[in-house]
């Protein structure tokens, strides 16, 4: 499955309701194994408030759980794709 990471700062209605973050990490959980996929999540301090390190089936199911993750205006979040070392490894392994 492919693995995506996310950096994750809060808006100005996030920081208000930080509390409420514990929460709305497990129902972002909840969404993503819905859609067949897991999460794990850490908070962090400096530029970033929290990361996400997420398995989804496809890129179009982790952009579905951004959008509505982001549509609740809690957080905006940088999402790059993430290859294993062994995945890496057969792409170079092509290179010529």
Same mark, same amino acid.
């Given at each position: 499955?492919?693995?995506y990471?996310?950096?994750i ?10 509390? #409420?973050s @514990? ?5 972002a959980?909840? !969404? %993503?194994?819905?859609? &067949? ?7 962090t301090?400096?530029e970033?408030d929290?990361?996400?390190?997420? #398995?989804? @089936? ?7 759980? !951004? %959008?509505?993750?982001? &549509? ?8 790059m794709?993430?290859w ?9 392994a092509?290179l010529?």
């Amino acid at each position: 499955m492919p693995h995506y990471v996310s950096l994750i700062k809060w808006t100005d209605q996030g920081i208000k309701n930080a509390r #409420e973050s @514990p929460k709305r990490a497990d129902a972002a959980k909840s !969404l %993503v194994e819905q859609m &067949g996929g897991k999460m794990q999540l850490f908070y962090t301090m400096g530029e970033y408030d929290a990361v996400a390190l997420t #398995e989804a @089936p496809d890129d179009e199911t982790v952009f579905q759980v !951004l %959008v509505q993750l982001g &549509g609740q205006g809690n957080v905006r979040t940088t999402t790059m794709k993430a290859w294993t070392v062994e995945e890496a490894t057969r792409v170079f392994a092509k290179l010529r």
